[in-house]
């Protein structure tokens, strides 16, 4: 079982406070619901499609998301991010390839790249700074990317839990 891997401390997010506090304490609210929901499952569990043709299971999830944290940082010219598990050719990539997928290695991934999302944003002051997207070509506030990370983990959230319960018919936030 991979249960002590996901284990995480979620916060509630604050009730007051600056609207940083408040965003980062919402991001971080949600991205450990998602570890939560992973917690206590095999790796043959997380592997676990919802239903055919559906390629949606947990461990796609976490990887998914690890590719999503990328919103925060792919101007960066390193390399590193995006493409972990996509790319031109296999756009589905976080989702589908899973047969080898090594959980552990994985979930590495995902705890690095959100530690490197709060890293660049925490180099940042102001919400209202513009970033300018290599992928996309948007320019977009770090404010916009706090707002669309907390939609992002919500809506895949939702999806974890009805996986979850699919699974062990575990349920709860």
């Known amino acids: 079982m991979t249960q002590n891997l996901f284990a995480s401390d979620r916060q509630d997010p604050p009730h007051s406070g600056s609207e940083r506090a408040i965003l980062e304490g919402f991001l971080d609210f949600h991205r450990d619901t998602l570890l939560r929901k992973c917690e206590g499952l095999t790796d043959e569990q997380l592997k676990t499609r919802s239903c055919e043709p559906s390629t949606l299971t947990l461990l796609g999830l976490l990887r998914h998301l690890a590719e999503v944290e990328a919103w ?7 390399g590193q991010i995006p493409g972990i598990y996509w790319s031109e050719q296999d756009p589905d990539g976080d989702f589908d ?3 080898d997928a090594v959980v552990a290695d994985d979930l590495a ?3 690095g790249t959100v530690e490197r999302s709060r890293a660049f944003a925490a180099g940042i002051t102001d919400l209202d700074t513009v970033l300018s997207r290599s992928r996309s070509g948007a320019d977009i506030s770090l ?5 669309h990370m907390i939609e992002e ?3 895949h959230n939702g999806h974890a839990d009805l996986l979850r319960e699919r699974i062990d018919g575990a349920t709860g936030e």
């Open 97 to 99: 390839n899973l047969a």
């Open 72 to 78: 925060f940082n792919d101007d960066l010219a390193d």
């Open 153 to 155: 983990y919500a809506r």
């Open 143 to 147: 404010r916009w990317i706090y707002v």
């Open 109 to 111: 991934t995902y705890r």
